[in-house]
């Protein structure tokens, strides 16, 4: 089992860059594979990136692509999310979560097994 918190959100302006943090509790952080998705206000939970046990694969929705980058630390048990150029529409509360399989990037959300409380990121125009 593993604890997920985020941290790192904010209030930002468009075009600036914040970058999410994802602490994990357990000894057995490196054999998750790690997800970030996203959910706006009356919307769905959306996947953002993914990122293998390892950190040698990495998916992104393509709404992000190019703009974001999810990375890893195993050795810290941790997991970020760097977000360069950021729009309005990205405005979102942002979860991170972990797939005990191990090699899953995909997006949907059913196969991630642990979920943080989420970080709130307001991008203003």
């Known amino acids: 089992q593993v604890q997920l918190v985020e941290s790192g959100g904010g209030l930002v302006q468009a075009g600036d860059s914040l970058r999410l943090s994802c602490a994990a509790s357990?000894?057995?952080?490196?054999?998750?594979?790690m997800g970030w998705f996203r959910q706006a206000p009356g919307k769905e939970r959306n996947f953002v990136a993914a990122?293998?046990?390892?950190?040698?694969?990495?998916n992104y929705a393509d709404s992000v692509k190019g703009r974001f980058t999810i990375s890893r630390d195993n050795a810290k048990n941790m997991v970020y999310l760097q977000m360069n150029t950021l729009k309005p529409e990205d405005t979102a509360v942002y979860y991170c979560a972990a797939d005990s399989s191990g090699y899953n990037v995909g997006s949907d959300p059913r196969n991630y097994e642990y979920w943080g409380q989420g970080t709130q990121v307001t991008v203003s125009s």
């Open positions: 990122v293998t046990r390892s950190g040698g694969f990495t």
């Open positions: 357990g000894r057995t952080f490196s054999s998750y594979a």
